[in-house]
Nanobody, 122 residues
Framework: QVQLVESGGGSVQSGGSLTLSCASS????????MGWFRQLPGKEREGVAS??????TRYTDSVKGRFTISQDNAQKVYLQMNSLTPEDTAIYFC?????????????????WGQGTQVTVSS
């Protein structure tokens, strides 16, 4: 049983930083992907960043140069978010899948955390 638990969300002013953490349990083998997604009310969930079991990362264009995804291993992944803007306000979800490729499309990720709120004020 794969379980994901996010932490680190909160409120910050524009230009500030936050680090999200995701603890995964139940699967520690290769291959795997860990991903961060976000969702605004009434909007579709969008991919933010992903990292695979070889450490290869992917980012959506709007966060490149500002966000960094990293991992300790298959059990802990982080999202360092710098230069935050109000447009980054959303619920952020951690997800994992047992594949080599880690696309940022939300389909094909079977395991999700409960989400953590990030609010950026101007």
């Amino acid at each position: 049983q794969v379980q994901l638990v996010e932490s680190g969300g909160g409120s910050v002013q524009s230009g500030g930083s936050l680090t999200l953490s995701c603890a995964s349990s139940g699967y520690t083998y290769r291959p795997y992907c860990m991903g961060w997604f976000r969702q605004l009310p009434g909007k579709e969930r969008e991919g933010v960043a992903s990292i695979d079991s070889d450490g290869i990362t992917r980012y959506t264009d709007s966060v490149k140069g500002r966000f960094t995804i990293s991992q300790d291993n298959a059990q802990k992944v982080y999202l360092q978010m710098n230069s935050l803007t109000p447009e980054d306000t959303a619920i952020y979800f951690c997800a994992t899948r047992k594949t080599w490729s880690c696309p940022l499309e939300r389909y094909g990720w079977p395991y999700w955390g409960q989400g953590t709120q990030v609010t950026v004020s101007s």
